[in-house]
């Protein structure tokens, strides 16, 4: 693809990578096949092939209209596409610099624009946040089923204390703590039981302003965790996440800080760091039974970018679990952090299509490996969605002799 980017990104970090990814797409639309948006609804703006189009003008100097900024606002972030490029075209770093493109032209509208910083400002652990889900416990019997059992009264179990040598930093992100404290929880007492202490790290990963187009929030929230994170993960044995898409995000730090000389190099080094808590865990598995029929969304965070699906599902059906597979290629529920609330159609059409495929009449329940999915998929459902962390962390207590505790 012949490109003529602008003066303005000719040249910079982002220039280059744009150009390089631009130049690699062939136009043979096999991304096409994968895209949620485009099976929805066979409009080729829909789809990553037109998308690309799109930010090519951008970046060649177009003015950012309403379509325009509409198809690329449609884009679920899943990564589905890049699966099957036969020419490793990074979709989701263009769409980055297509995103941040459009914020520095200020081409929103207003209302779009605080609309989009307030719902990140919000769901960022902020107190208005935390007192909101204080009074939905509090009155949990007013509310509709599917939405109270978000909101347990209780978490059980504690923050393990251990004495071991052998550290592991839990990040705890920012809606999880809040929302579903027992994840972590469930996380720090598995790691516990294989000998690592498991250590706080607090701090939201900033993928929820970056992708509201929160530019400067997003920075200020990576640069942050970067301060805090880097000199405890030198002594530590990695930095495990057990929300995928929080995974997938810090991962891409270094590509994000590549334009910031103080902060590139650590960036880097945290991004070989991470790993989802599936993928850690992945050589250690449980000896416990669990002969429940469980379905598995796998969550596009995983899959797509993390790579760890196989992993995990190995893991899980090698710790005797049975697995439904749901035959649709792990196709996204239409969570994509922010999205549900943007895009609630679609989102919605997005969900009833993935809990069909699940098969949700012949399993016990639904286990998941992302906040934001657990939520989402809950939300159509009556079978219970648990964070599979917490289901391994129930079978192993359960099995457990007393007064034991590593495994």
């Known amino acids: 693809m012949q490109t003529r980017l602008t003066e303005a990104i000719r040249g910079t970090a982002s220039g280059e990578e744009a150009e390089s990814i631009l130049r690699r797409c062939v136009h043979c639309g096999f991304c096409n096949a994968t895209c949620p948006t485009y099976i929805l609804t066979g409009n080729e703006l829909e789809g990553p092939r037109g998308r690309i189009y799109l930010i090519k003008s951008l970046l060649e100097g177009e003015a950012v209209s309403h379509r325009t900024r509409t198809h690329l606002d449609h884009c679920l972030g899943c990564r589905a596409c890049e699966t099957t490029c036969p020419s490793g075209v990074s979709f989701h770093r263009l769409a980055d610099i297509g995103r941040e493109t459009i914020a520095s032209r200020g081409s929103r509208p207003t209302w779009d624009r605080w609309r989009r910083r307030l719902i990140a400002r919000f769901f960022d652990h902020s107190l208005l946040f935390r007192l909101s889900i204080a009074v939905a416990r509090m009155f949990r019997w007013l509310l509709p089923s599917r939405l109270a059992r978000l909101f347990p009264v209780e978490t059980q179990g504690g923050w393990p204390e251990s004495a071991s040598e052998k550290t592991i930093l839990l990040h705890e992100g920012c809606v999880q703590p809040t929302i579903a404290p027992s994840i972590n929880l469930a996380a720090a007492r598995v790691l516990d039981r294989r000998g690592f202490s498991a250590c706080r790290a607090s701090g939201c990963c900033g993928a929820m302003a970056y992708h509201l187009d929160d530019l400067d929030r997003a920075r200020e929230q990576i640069r942050g965790n ?127 299509s993935r809990l069909e495929r699940l098969d949700t009449e012949s399993v016990d329940r639904i286990v998941t490996a992302n906040i934001g999915c657990l939520i989402h998929l809950s939300m159509g459902t009556d079978l219970p969605v648990q964070h599979w962390i917490e289901v391994w962390d129930e079978i192993e207590e359960s099995s457990e002799p007393s007064g034991s505790k590593r495994l």
């Open 226 to 352: 970067i301060d805090a994170w880097y000199p405890a993960l030198e002594g530590s044995e990695g930095l495990v996440v057990t929300a995928s898409g929080c995974a997938a995000f810090i991962k891409d730090y270094g590509a994000l800080c590549r334009d910031d000389p103080d902060y590139a190099g650590r960036a880097d080094f945290i991004a070989d760091r991470v790993s989802d808590v599936g993928d850690f865990l992945s050589p250690l598995k449980s000896s416990s039974s669990f002969s429940e029929k469980v379905a598995f969304h796998v969550p596009c965070t995983l899959k797509n970018a993390l790579h760890g699906d196989a992993s995990l599902r190995r893991l899980l059906t090698e710790s005797g679990w049975t697995l439904k597979d749901a035959g649709d290629g792990d196709q996204c529920c239409g969570s994509a952090g922010a999205y549900s609330l943007l895009h609630r159609e679609t989102s919605r059409r997005l969900r009833e």
